[in-house]
DNA sequence: CCTTATTAGTATCGACTCGCTACTATTGCA
DNA sequence: TGCAATAGTAGCGAGTCGATACTAATAAGG
């Protein structure tokens, strides 16, 4: 059994076992996985498509998704009026107090060793960054890693979409991000 | 946004990249998932309930999913004389090649730093170690970590099962396995 | 300006997983 | 011998999955 396999069938199985014990009331794996998603990112963000694309799933499946977790009152629909074929979804206060439960993964994290959860978060990223590269993916990292970010007074501003940005919203995540030279 | 939720986010997404092309003909993750455990699971753990222990499932689910790969021809049933509620699956040829795919994951594991990966392969590990221990769950270690295990000529032993091992038995996975002391 | 290509979202299909409950068969224990 | 525990399975309803096909809106090119 080589190392990689080992390392593969660790993050798969610890998926797994996060996934069944985080079954909240009434919402799945990716009902949650989705929903989590929502509330890290911005309002650019929040379509669709940019939760597929996050989730390595497709479009028809996340509407899908989207549209039970609305009808369940975590989420409500937000249609744009610039370009109407664009829908975006915002959490209810319902929704956003599902996506602070307590779970094993994250109080296991939290009485680890703080190296070894940096070095944890370091290599996983990195993983991640690598296994995006092969298959074209987008990376969702934060504006303040992105190329297109630049700072400013009294408010930051994006480049690439031409908008200034909220201090909160410098740390969410962004469909368009391109990561700066990372160490 | 915290670390752990980071790290809980990363583990997630990675997870679910890696099955979504995973996706081989007409596997789905959860049965490659099975599959690939069965692959490497000694002959004592290899049952529907074993497999859904070490997945985080039910029996009534992997059963299920069993009877699917059954059907499919990648793995073969196998009924106990000695306890006849016992079931037990073989791997088939079919199922074997199945379990050798290239995938994204392992190859950007295989370019990385060996520092990085070791690392790595440790933290995942003391985190799954430690969510098992607050989920009372079971490590699925090899027989050669375990408490049970004794070292014999010409062959290994389990004290526990009281069975001689073979060589290649002493790197599988056992659904009985206790860690014996870690670093 | 009008045609065509592209994009975003959705509905629908069949196969399957999911938790759950209920049931059978076998074994262990008192 | 009787009763509890265990192993596997069937069936239920909800929902995910990939795939395909469709509509509506926007973008691009002549």
Request: hydrophobic share 35%; glycine share 6%; with cysteine.
């Amino acid at each position: 059994m080589t190392q990689s396999l080992k390392i593969r069938t660790l993050i798969n199985r610890i998926g797994r076992i996060d996934a069944a014990d985080g079954w909240s009331d009434d919402l799945n794996p990716t009902q949650l996985a989705a929903l989590g998603y929502l509330a890290q990112a911005n309002r650019f963000s929040r379509a669709p498509s940019h939760v597929a694309d996050f989730l390595g799933t497709t479009r028809g499946t996340m509407s899908q998704t989207l549209k039970a977790l609305e009808r369940k009152g975590y989420i409500s629909e937000l249609r744009s009026d610039a370009d109407k074929r664009y829908t975006s979804y915002d959490l209810t206060a319902k929704g956003r107090t599902a996506t602070r439960r307590p779970n094993p993964l994250e109080e296991a994290l939290q009485t680890s060793d703080p190296a070894m959860t940096d070095s944890l978060e370091h290599a996983l990223t990195t993983l991640l960054q690598t296994m995006l590269k092969a298959n074209m993916g987008r990376a969702f990292g934060q504006c303040i890693d992105c190329v297109h970010f630049k700072t400013g007074t009294p408010k930051a501003y994006c480049d690439l979409l031409s908008v200034s940005l909220e201090s909160k919203e410098t740390r969410q995540i962004c469909h368009e991000q391109k990561p700066r030279l990372v160490s």
